[in-house]
T-cell receptor, first 107, second 112 residues
Framework: AQRVTQPEKLLSVFKGAPVELKCNYS??????LFWYVQYSRQRLQLLLR??SRESIKGFTADLNKGETSFHLKKPFAQEEDSAMYYC?????????FGQGTELSVKP | GAGVSQSPSNKVTEKGKDVELRCDPI?????LYWYRQSLGQGLEFLIY????????KSGLPSDRFSAERTGGSVSTLTIQRTQQEDSAVYLC??????????FGPGTRLTVT
């Protein structure tokens, strides 16, 4: 079975510090990977997808096939980045999610 | 425009009772998904409808769970003989051909 692993349940950083949320996937062909975010009391929403190679809200994620990783990075965290982040892989029409990482950015 | 809507927003039921959760997808979206979000389990896929094709039921945890999608639009997730471990937030999502899934606000189910 395809797996998506987010090893950290909670990541706490101070405002202005760099942040990296880790995501690893089990190897199988060319994956289609996403990061979804859920802010407090809001819906789960798409943050970015690897095929777009774009930066959203200062976040970027690079697919590393050698390490089977798709880590989410931001050079300077902001308090409004505090949220639950889910890495997901598209498989057979559906999304397979990691366990999620709660990011807490402290002032 | 209107996003995905779900009802009820909260549901408290007694163990052993049946519950129905409803999802209204974004108009024109051909794909509809149900996921379950619970502590310790993260986000689990339950079932996926795509157009008129047979649904992918591979994520349903037991035969107490079923779902249907009428007229290619509204979907109902039914849980029979609810158990305490069914307590979770049930999320519905829909998508068109670009694969981005748009999520509803969820239904928080509590089984007492």
């Amino acid at each position: 079975a395809q797996r998506v692993t987010q090893p950290e349940k909670l990541l706490s950083v101070f405002k202005g510090a760099p942040v990296e949320l880790k995501c690893n996937y089990s190897y199988s062909g060319s994956p289609e990977l996403f990061w979804y975010v859920q802010y407090s009391r809001q819906r789960l929403q798409l943050l970015l997808r690897h095929i777009s190679r774009e930066s959203i809200k200062g976040f970027t994620a690079d697919l590393n096939k050698g390490e089977t990783s798709f880590h989410l990075k931001k050079p300077f965290a902001q308090e409004e980045d505090s949220a639950m982040y889910y890495c997901a892989r598209h498989q057979g029409g559906k999304l397979i999610f990691g366990q999620g990482t709660e990011l807490s950015v402290k002032p | 425009g209107a996003g995905v809507s779900q009802s009820p927003s909260n549901k408290v039921t007694e163990k052993g009772k049946d519950v129905e959760l409803r999802c209204d997808p974004i108009s024109g979206h051909t794909a509809l998904y149900w996921y379950r979000q619970s502590l310790g389990q993260g986000l689990e896929f339950l079932i996926y409808f795509q157009g008129n094709s047979a649904p992918d039921k591979s994520g349903l945890p037991s035969d107490r769970f079923s779902a249907e999608r009428t007229g290619g639009s509204v979907s109902t997730l039914t849980i029979q003989r609810t158990q305490q471990e069914d307590s979770a937030v049930y999320l519905c999502a829909s998508s068109s051909s670009n694969r981005e899934q748009y999520f509803g606000p969820g239904t928080r189910l509590t089984v007492t």
